[in-house]
């Protein structure tokens, strides 16, 4: 893998004269933590009043004292959360598999095979990228209920795939862009043909650009609420956030119970970030180079 | 195990600039053939071609005597060891070296106890399980070697498998990839721009320059009679040294006209060789460091020159000579810019350690008349006869 290595710089801000220089570093040390702390507090703060507040009944809610597990056990009488976090579940891992299945073969060809055009393809598509959900939302839904899609999930499936597949292609290209052609060549040398090493190679190397491309949307399409909300028009087959979203739109909303119901809805992201976090960081250096 | 036959084979890129232009070679069943050359002259190209990761612009390839033109890599069953060794990241050394044979669906037993050989053969034994993350460069070399020869493959292909280790762990594995080679008897092209590997290790040696092959022989012939001027410059460290001289007549016969100085050409020269008429052209005359000896007080076989510089490399010292008094076309030549377009005569010896010469020293120099070369002074083209 082809790493830029910025050559290490002289420090402009140090002038003090060098044996002052350990206590200064220490001291930066300490104010990059106690900044960290101060972040850290700052977006853990509404977790922990989502927590706290999801633990009372309404009525301890609004007069201050006391923890009851009430909102939680009526939550599922209020909204299905199961069917919901489900139907979630699906659209999301559907989209996500379209996603990579588009994206990696075409990152691969992108940046692996010489074709007529091959730049402006990739060109064309990565500018996708730039364009705005809320700008094609309208057209998308005429098209989308013209082909009578609108009822189940696939809508939206198709609509998600679409809005990630030019991300996935883009990272995917220049994932692979880094790892070396003789690698490739190695094995179709050792026999394998281009989709053997598609299949055998270069997904398994691509693991931690997979990895990546699946935290991301994963992160995006479960906490989106707009597609959701246009292209799934059965409520049974809500997702969850436009079920709370609907809670939350109630004229008599509990808000303990809202509370409970958004941090189950923040739940699997964070979980899917926490499983997938060591892939990120990790693997990039295959040690493909040397 | 086959032989492979290059006939006319030529590469051409988009820019219309053959990489390799017309190369006619033949590798026999089990000799190791090495293709050397200057950086961009067509080696990796050829081999690319060979192992099918590049198409053939025209002529034609064969193994085995099938040609192969238009055959798929994976089924020309020729084994590869590349640059960078490309080895697979996410598979351990034994994975690595078991997947071409998995590939074809051998069974599991079978793929591990080839694995075992080759492992055996490779000293690898122990890193079987290790991933190449944690392999050093010459242990990642020997993988790469034994993803190779696990598949007992029609040919083994090389590509600079040496140029990323280090110049001892090099000189080992030369040694080590020579002996496997005979060991197994595959027939192997070796690419290389190393003439010191090129002449150690190949049965035969094809030298190649701007896409064209110059000439191809065993080592020694290679060293013995260069074909052209390019050859002779390139095979051999240091190399030869070589001359554009006039001839002239004098009352010995023909000698070569170095400045003022006269060196006399054995007679056996003019039967064996084309000599250009005195007076002429002139001619491109080679002699080797190690045929340029010192001789004690000057004669009519001698040359007088100057030391100039002194590399002591330990177990010889390279004496940089220039020839005294040459005068004329030979003296420094400065152009309008200032630049040196032209040095006077050079000449550099390989001497024994023990010779006490100093710079400035005078040095009276016979050049060894059995082994004199002369090539033609515009195509570079050796003038000896028969070739
Ligand atoms: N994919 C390519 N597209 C266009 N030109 C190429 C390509 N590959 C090689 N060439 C050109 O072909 C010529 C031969 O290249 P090649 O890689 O075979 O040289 P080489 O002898 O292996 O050199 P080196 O010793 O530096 O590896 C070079 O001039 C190179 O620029
Ligand atoms: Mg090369």
Known sequence: MTTVLTPPTESGSHKEPPPLKPPPRRIGRWVLFGAMIVVAVIMLYPFFVMGVTSLKSESQFLSGGGFSWLSWSSLTSVIPVGQEVLSSTIVCSSSIFIILCVGLPAGFAFSKLRFRLSTVVFLVIVSAMMVPLQAILMPEFVNVTKLGLTGGYTGAILVYAALGTPFSVFLFTTYFRGVPDELIEAGIVDGLGYFGALWRLVLPIAVPAIATVTVLQFIQIWDDLLVGLLFIQNTSDRPITVGLAVLAAGRTTSIPELMAGSIISALPAMLVYLGFQRYLVKGLTMGIDR | MAEITFDGVTKIFGDNIPAVDQLSLHVAEGEFMVLVGPSGCGKTTALRMLAGLEDITAGS???????????????????????????????????????????????????????????????????????????????????????????????????????????????????????????????????????????????????????????????????????????????????????????????????????????????????????????????????????????????????????????????????????????????????????????????????????????????????????????????????????
């Open chain 2, 61 to 387: 390839l064969s193994i085995g005597g099938t040609v192969v033109n238009n055959v798929l890599p994976k089924d020309r069953d020729v084994a590869m060891v590349f640059q960078n060794y490309a080895l697979y990241p996410h598979m351990t050394v034994a994975q690595n070296m078991g997947f071409a044979l998995k590939i074809r669906g051998q069974s599991k037993g079978e793929v591990a106890r080839k694995v075992g050989e080759a492992a055996a053969i490779l000293r690898l034994t122990e890193y079987l399980d290790r991933r190449p993350k944690a392999l050093s460069g010459g242990q990642r070399q020997r993988v790469a070697m034994g993803r190779a020869i696990v598949r007992s493959p029609q040919a083994f292909l090389m590509d600079e498998p040496l140029s990323n280790l280090d110049a001892q762990l090099r000189v080992e594995m030369r040694l080590e990839i020579a002996r496997i080679q005979r060991l197994l008897g595959v027939a192997t092209v070796y690419v290389t721009h190393d003439q010191i590997e090129a002449m150690t290790m190949g049965d035969r040696v094809a030298v190649m320059r701007g896409g064209r092959l110059q000439q191809c022989d065993t080592p020694q012939d290679l060293y013995d009679h260069p074909k052209n001027d390019f050859v002779a410059g390139f095979m051999g460290s240091p190399p030869m040294n070589l001359l554009r001289v006039g001839l002239e007549t004098t009352d010995a016969g023909v000698a070569l006209a170095l400045g003022s100085q006269r060196l006399a050409i054995p007679a056996s020269y003019a039967t064996s060789h084309h000599l250009p008429r005195v007076d002429g052209p002139g001619v491109v005359f080679g002699v080797r460091p190690e045929d340029v000896e010192v001789r004690d007080g000057s004669s009519a076989d001698s040359l007088t020159t100057r030391v100039e510089r002194r590399e002591a490399l330990g177990a010889e010292i390279l004496v940089h000579l220039s020839l005294v008094d040459v005068g004329g076309d030979n003296a420094i030549v400065v152009n309008d810019s200032g630049a040196v377009v032209a040095r006077p005569t050079k000449l550099v010896a390989k001497m024994g350690p023990r010779s006490g010469v100093s710079v400035g020293d005078h040095l009276d120099v016979r050049l060894n008349p059995d082994h004199f070369h002369f090539f033609d002074a515009d195509s570079g083209l050796s003038l000896r006869r028969g070739v």
